[in-house]
T-cell receptor, first 118, second 114 residues
């Protein structure tokens, strides 16, 4: 697609429910990142993929959070047993370069998925 | 561990003035990448500039310029002849090296007053 697409744009859920957030990166982009952004704060790194391989998941807050990118394109961020503190904007970004020591390319961000946990 | 610090929380300048946004970073790596992103009131995150640690030249792109000083671990960003449309939150980011991931600072909110 022309840009990074995220869905849903808005999700309101009750505490304890599971949610799945989807990211469709720019066509041909090999790297995909997930960030969480609270109001008035910078994007907080969660995890990233090169192709289908999850390279770093050190930013996932706890084991309720998981992410996958099985075919190296679309990615899903899943939050199980949601809590109110999970409420935030979740942003996906993609890059055309393989991220790593020798090259780190700029990120192109989607519009985000705003999650509200009641 | 990598870290990005943007000490300026909020800045206000009058239109047409020049403004510099500060960024200080920490990394153990000798090869790394630095970025500036803009987040206007509409909320999207927009890439502005990228610089490699091994580039020697500081550059200018239109009204934007940046000053990389490895000796002080700083990567400052200047907008020349500011315009009201420049009002946004600006984020400095650091990536590459052993950790690979790209991390962001907390941002500086810039107000350009007409």
């Amino acid at each position: 697609g022309a840009g990074v697409s995220q869905s849903p744009r808005y999700k309101v859920t009750k505490r304890g429910q599971d949610v799945a957030l989807r990211c469709d990166p720019i066509s041909g982009h090999v790297s995909l990142y997930w960030y969480r952004q609270a109001l008035g704060q910078g994007p907080e790194f969660l995890t990233y993929f090169n192709y289908e391989a999850q390279q770093d998941k050190s930013g996932l807050p706890n084991d309720r959070f998981s992410a996958e990118r099985p075919e190296g394109s679309i990615s899903t961020l899943t939050i199980q047993r949601t809590e109110q503190r999970d409420s935030a904007m979740y942003r996906c970004a993609s890059s055309q370069t393989v991220q790593g020591y020798a090259n780190t390319g700029e990120l192109f961000f989607g519009e985000g998925s705003r999650l509200t946990v009641l | 561990a990598q870290k990005v610090t943007q000490a300026q929380t909020e800045i206000s300048v009058v239109e047409k003035e020049d403004v510099t946004l500060d960024c200080v970073y920490e990394t153990r790596d000798t090869t790394y990448y630095l970025f500036w992103y803009k987040q206007p009131p509409s909320g999207e995150l927009v890439f502005l500039i990228r610089r490699n640690s091994f580039d020697e030249q500081n550059e200018i792109s239109g009204r934007y310029s940046w000053n990389f000083q490895e000796s002080t671990s700083s990567f400052n960003f200047t907008i020349t002849a500011s315009q009201v449309v420049d009002s946004a939150v600006y984020f400095c980011a650091l990536g590459g090296g052993l950790d690979d991931k790209i991390i962001f600072g907390k941002g500086t909110r810039l107000h350009i007053l007409p």
